[in-house]
């Protein structure tokens, strides 16, 4: 089998109706660059720049951060790279950024909310960002935003940087896009009036799939409860994706559901552009995207939206796929 997907690594990920569908890779530093050129992604659907921080045992600098994200986009040689702004809190601490201890770190202060309070940090990884936008072709995106004023915060930040670079006659791209990693309920569940605001999203099954069924995704005890093909996730995913299409707008997901052969059928079928994934899994999904058609999994998706239970939609799948 490892042989038949190595086929795949210079081919499209083409339906077997023909729809054509984007696999990307999630990385966490430039040294994962080798991975992603041999398994054949069309581009980096996550770029977890949080690592860049902790891999440190101080700030990193502008240029530091120019210099990684500098790297990543001449590598990937014009394919997208779509970079999230650092997600720090929850359970990823920094040596020199103490944090509050607080009762529930993951519904406290993380991620763009940290960005948004410490907005030099913010600043300084927008200018490496901005700067290193020439190279190639960056996306950036903000995590856990809930509401649509912090991304209107995040998005006027980044304009002021950009002006302030373009003042002193620093070249930036004209086309960076920017989006929104969609993983909390709230925006989920307003994906329409984002969508009208930006360019693309990006659906964090691991983070949503926690927080709409009010279940740790790191704790055992409660493990039964993180259901991926839950009608209710699939629910909140086709809402996300609906609504981006309906303005024109990209929809990728860059969860662990993005490379998960129970998921995919389904995330076909819900009409994704994008599945992005660790790069080991690239191949595997594109082997399985090319032997099913869109129109069936259209049908497969529609019913499994309608079902009760996690359990009936992978039934459902597996009688789809088989
Ligand atoms: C997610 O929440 O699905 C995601 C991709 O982000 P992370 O796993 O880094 O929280
Ligand atoms: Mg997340």
Known sequence: ???????????????????????????????????VLENGA????????????????????????????KKVLEGMDGKTVTVRTMDIGGDKE?????????????????????SLDKTEMFRTQLRALLRASVYGNLWIM???????????????????????????DIA????????????????????????????????????????????DRGNERVSYLYQPYSPSILRLIKHTIDSAHKE??????CGEMGGDPIAVPLLMGLGLDEFSMSATSILQARSLIKKLEVSKMQELAT??????????????VKAYTN
């Open 42 to 69: 069309e581009g980096v659907g996550l770029y977890r720049t949080e690592f860049l921080y902790m891999d440190s045992n101080e700030m990193p600098t502008e240029d530091d951060q120019f210099n990684a994200y």
């Open 172 to 215: 930036v791209a004209d086309n960076i896009k920017l989006g929104i990693m969609i993983e909390i309920p709230a925006a989920a569940v307003l994906a329409d009036k984002f969508a009208k605001e930006l360019d693309f999203f990006s659906i964090g099954t691991n983070d949503l799939i926690q927080y709409t069924m009010a279940a």
């Open 94 to 114: 920094l040596p020199y950024l103490p944090l509050p201890n607080e009762e529930n770190p993951f519904l406290g202060y993380r991620a763009i909310r940290i």
């Open 248 to 253: 024109g707008k990209f929809v990728a997901v």
């Open 303 to 316: 019913k499994a939206l309608d079902l009760d239970t996690t359990d009936e939609v992978v039934e459902l």
């Open 1 to 35: 089998q490892k042989a038949e997907w190595a086929k795949l690594k210079n081919e499209k990920t083409i339906s077997a109706d023909n729809v054509e569908f984007m696999t990307g890779a999630n990385i966490g530093t430039p040294k994962d660059l080798d991975g």
């Open 142 to 168: 903000f995590p856990m935003v809930a509401t649509l004023p912090e991304f209107r915060a995040a998005k006027k930040i980044f304009e002021e940087e950009k002006a302030g670079l373009v003042a002193k």
